[in-house]
């Protein structure tokens, strides 16, 4: 069976609400230091599934290809 | 500037509704070969903060250790 780990964020320049807020949050709780918060998603997926077919989930149904960046590796077994 | 990546995942045993949703709607659209789908937050922090800070704000705010872990890991500058 493949382990794979497919990071999902928002292409540059695609406003994040889900970042935008934590950094609004963090500031009014005092946590003067903190620039910047980008919320994405991070997916294990295992199965018998090779990296193409990975990559056509990813395009079809994880990510919308058409604000958000996926990248997928491929997870070795110890 | 320290740039820091984190990953949230819910805990064993906690159900995950992202990850069976997109289970399920893998099954329907015909990708048999996938067997779990585990869907998470990955998130991209910096700012000037240490990583003490990053993870009381993990804590406190980006994750919820009630049912989720977190794993902080510092990005180091190329």
């Known amino acids: ?4 780990e ?3 964020t928002y292409k540059n320049g695609i406003f994040d609400p889900p970042g935008a807020t934590a950094e609004r949050a963090l500031a ?16 294990r997926l295992a ?11 990813c395009e079809k149904l994880l990510a919308n ?4 960046d996926f990248r997928v590796e ?5």
């Open 47 to 57: 199965g018998d599934v090779d990296l193409a077919t990975v990559t056509e989930v």
């Open 28 to 43: 009014n709780l005092g946590y003067e230091g903190v620039e910047s918060v980008q919320i994405g998603k991070y997916i």
């Open 65 to 68: 290809p058409v604000i958000e």
């Open 6 to 8: 497919i990071f999902v």
């Open 74 to 78: 491929t997870v070795e077994e110890a």
């Open 1 to 4: 069976m493949a382990r794979y």
